[in-house]
């Protein structure tokens, strides 16, 4: 059984920075593709980003592209979510996923369907004052 949980999350003004890190833990295997979502109350699950750990290969959902980066610690089993720049629409429950098998591939890019995992954390709120 795969575990994964997140930290790092909390309140922050327009602008500044915060980084999440999504520690994976597992009996007999530890994933193979993690991933960052978040979520609003009444809105569906958002892809933020993702990475497959084998070769580091990274995607991102569109609204975080050249904000957000995601990156891995193999030695800690750790990903981290660096957000820079942030915005109040950042403002969201932040969950990370994780699955033992490739990330899924849509047109040679990762892809970010919450469906394709089936480990999920327990989340980590952002919120982003103006």
């Known amino acids: 059984q795969v575990e994964v949980v997140e930290s790092g999350g909390g309140s922050v003004q327009a602008g500044e920075s915060l980084r999440l890190s999504c520690v994976a833990s597992?009996?007999?295997?530890?994933?193979?593709?993690m991933a960052w979502f978040r979520q609003v109350p009444g809105k569906e699950r958002e892809g933020v980003a993702v990475?497959?750990?084998?070769?580091?290969?990274?995607n991102y959902g569109d609204s975080v592209k050249g904000r957000f980066a995601i990156s891995q610690n193999s030695a800690k089993n750790t990903v981290y979510l660096q957000m820079n720049n942030l915005k109040p629409e950042d403002s969201a429950m932040y969950y990370c996923a994780a699955t033992r098998w490739r990330c899924a591939v849509v047109h040679g890019i990762l892809d970010l369907d919450p469906k394709t995992y089936n480990v999920w954390g327990q989340g980590t709120q952002v919120t982003v004052s103006s």
């Open positions: 597992g009996d007999d295997y530890l994933p193979n593709c």
């Open positions: 990475l497959y750990k084998a070769d580091g290969s990274t």
